[in-house]
């Protein structure tokens, strides 16, 4: 098992209802590829601050493969690819985790 998460700053011109509507149905349409198993998204949890705790973020995306291969064919999948170009130009920062789970 393979889990992919990706953390997403958007860009001081897109923290509006409008533009975070339209992110948000374009990481919807990621959880839609064939090879996810399972994923989710959404931005921050209102937990309490603590030294260890990142709320800076706006949205985090989650997706779970079955393995290596699966992951890898979302990353050269054309829904994958027409996020990015969709968005990319949207965030000011993004950072990925990657991690294999037993």
């Not at 509507?21 to 349409?29: D, R």
């Not at 937990?47 to 997706?63: F, I, W």
């Not at 079955?66 to 690819?81: K, W």
Request: aromatic content about 14%; overall charge negative; charged content about 25%.
């Amino acid at each position: 098992m393979l889990e992919h998460h990706v953390y997403f700053w958007l860009k001081d011109e897109h923290q509006n209802a409008a533009d975070c509507a339209t992110f948000e149905a374009g990481l919807a349409k990621l959880l839609e590829i064939e090879t996810v198993q399972d994923g989710l998204w959404g931005p921050p949890a209102p937990t309490p601050q603590r030294p260890v705790t990142d709320h800076s973020y706006d949205y985090a995306l989650s997706l779970r493969f079955d393995d290596l291969a699966s992951h890898d064919a979302y990353q050269d999948c054309p829904a994958h690819d027409e996020f990015l170009a969709s968005y990319k130009d949207w965030w000011a920062k993004v950072e990925v985790r990657d991690f294999q789970s037993g």
